[in-house]
């Protein structure tokens, strides 16, 4: 069964920072490219990170690029996001998505983590 849990949500005053993780389970992590996306209330979801699945590229959109990291442990099969610096326009729900390398168009998503930045 595959799997994708979320964890590390929560509130952060402005300026603070938070670390999100994904699980991944039931399918083969290391041939996945593993993304983070988030979706505001009343916005649609957007694209945040992304890392290839031997961690060699990673990318950022504009808006989080020198605050987030994105990493992966291919042997602990997580995925983790280290925000900084956070922003009230960051609060939205995360989610991780995981792109197949090998299978084009298979793709998985977790249930996403709430973070709220707000004083």
């Given amino acids: 069964q595959v799997q994708l849990v979320e964890s590390g949500g929560g509130l952060v005053q402005p300026g603070g920072s938070l670390r999100l993780s994904c699980a991944a389970s039931g399918f083969t992590f290391s041939s996945y490219v593993m993304s983070w996306y ?43 996001l280290q925000m900084n610096s956070l922003k009230p326009d960051d609060t939205a729900v995360y989610y991780c998505k995981a792109v197949s390398t090998r299978n084009i168009g298979v793709t998985y998503w977790g249930k996403g983590t709430l973070v709220s930045v707000s004083s």
Avoid: C, H, L, M
């Fill in 38 to 80: 988030r979706q505001a209330p009343g916005k649609e979801r957007e694209w945040v990170a992304a890392i290839r699945d031997d961690s060699s590229i990673t990318n950022y959109a504009g808006s989080v690029k020198g605050r987030f990291t994105i990493s992966r442990d291919n042997d602990k099969n997580t995925v983790s």
